[in-house]
């Protein structure tokens, strides 16, 4: 009677483990967060304030979460080439930036490389468009979900977290542009 229970105990944990992994796994492969800003200020302004890497962490929001991480760039002062890397504490990480394409007043695309707290990959890509007197900057974030990520899905909102500081990081931009 006792092995009964304990074989129906462990197949209903097996059948539960089963279906929350077949449900992990059944969750989507790709990710987009993606938020819009007009600043009162030309393309060519904004534009600059992401072009070149050295002004990245005048408006950051993550320069905020840790302000004494360790900063490196490489490559070329700004535009398709430049690296900006960062190593800070647990709540930012380790990682770099690359940009892969800069096409003046109109769109920065980069490689996203964390390390730290684990490993991935993504695009970032930033427009550039006139409205008005002002410029309308989308931030977009794109990549795959692997395994782990899809599972973190499941008890954490990306677009929410990762969108969140997006938005702080448009407000700082629009006062950092707005300064010029």
Do not use: Y
């Not at 840790?66 to 490559?75: E, H, Q, S, V, Y």
């Not at 499941?154 to 931009?173: A, H, P, R, S």
């Amino acid at each position: 009677m006792i092995k009964k229970i304990l074989i129906t105990i462990v197949l209903v944990a097996v059948l539960l483990v089963g279906g929350l992994l077949a449900f992990v796994a059944s969750r989507p492969d790709d990710f987009k967060v993606s938020r819009s800003a007009v600043i009162p200020a030309p393309p060519a302004v904004v534009f600059e304030q992401v072009n070149d890497l050295h002004k990245f962490n005048e408006w950051s929001p993550w320069s905020k979460i840790d302000p004494n991480a360790k900063l490196t760039f490489d490559g070329p002062a700004a535009g398709k080439g430049a690296i900006f890397g960062w190593a800070g504490n647990a709540d930012i990480g380790e990682g770099r930036m690359i940009i892969t394409e800069s096409r003046p007043n109109e769109q920065i695309l980069m490689d996203l490389i964390f390390i730290k707290p684990f490993e991935g990959t993504s695009l970032t890509e930033f427009t550039f468009k006139p409205e008005g007197d002002g410029t309308n900057i989308t931030w977009t974030m794109s990549g795959k979900n692997n395994f782990f990520a899809k599972a973190i899905g499941l008890v954490m909102d990306c677009d929410t977290m990762i969108g969140g500081q997006f938005e702080k990081g448009l407000e700082n931009l629009k006062a950092q542009a707005a300064g010029r």
